[in-house]
C-alpha cells in the first residue's frame, strides 16, 4: 500500500510563511517509481469543498489563487513533496492534503488514487 504523512502545518500571522512537506512510502515507491508520479496538495477549509493547490510531475501548476505565493516541489530521493507558501493569507487556512496519482498533472480530486491524512493552516489576521 501507500502511505502519504503530512507535516508543517501550524498557525501564523497573516503574510507569514510555512513549509509542508509529505513523505511517501510503500512497497511500490522506490525512489525512481515515486519521481513518475505526478504529486497533488488540495486543501479543504470548513464547509467548502476539497479545492486544488498545487501538483507536479517534471512540471508544476498551480491554483490561480496561490500563483506566485506558493512553490511546489519535490525530493525524489527522499519521495518527498514540498509546498512553501509565502505571503499568506486568512483565506489560505484549511487542512491540507497530499495526494497522489499515475498520469499527468490533474485539478480533479476524483482522479487522485491516494492521500494523506492532512495537516492544519491556520492564518490568523
Known amino acids: 500500500q501507500v502511505r502519504l504523512v503530512e507535516s508543517g502545518g501550524g498557525l501564523v500571522q497573516a503574510g507569514g510563511s510555512l513549509r509542508l512537506s509529505c513523505a511517501a512510502s510503500g512497497r511500490t515507491f522506490s525512489s525512481y517509481t515515486f519521481s513518475t508520479y505526478t504529486m497533488g496538495w488540495f486543501r479543504q477549509a470548513p464547509g467548502k469543498e476539497r479545492e486544488f493547490v498545487a501538483a507536479i510531475t517534471w512540471r508544476t501548476d498551480y491554483a490561480d489563487s496561490v500563483k506566485g505565493r506558493f512553490t511546489i516541489s519535490r525530493d525524489n530521493a527522499k519521495n518527498t513533496v514540498y509546498l512553501q507558501m509565502n505571503s499568506l493569507k486568512p483565506e489560505d487556512t484549511a487542512v491540507y492534503y497530499c495526494?497522489?496519482?499515475?498520469?499527468?498533472?490533474?485539478?480533479?480530486?476524483?482522479?487522485?488514487?491516494?492521500w494523506g491524512q492532512g495537516t492544519q493552516v491556520t492564518v490568523s489576521s
Open positions: 495526494a497522489v496519482r499515475q498520469g499527468i498533472v490533474s485539478r480533479r480530486f476524483s482522479e487522485y488514487d491516494y
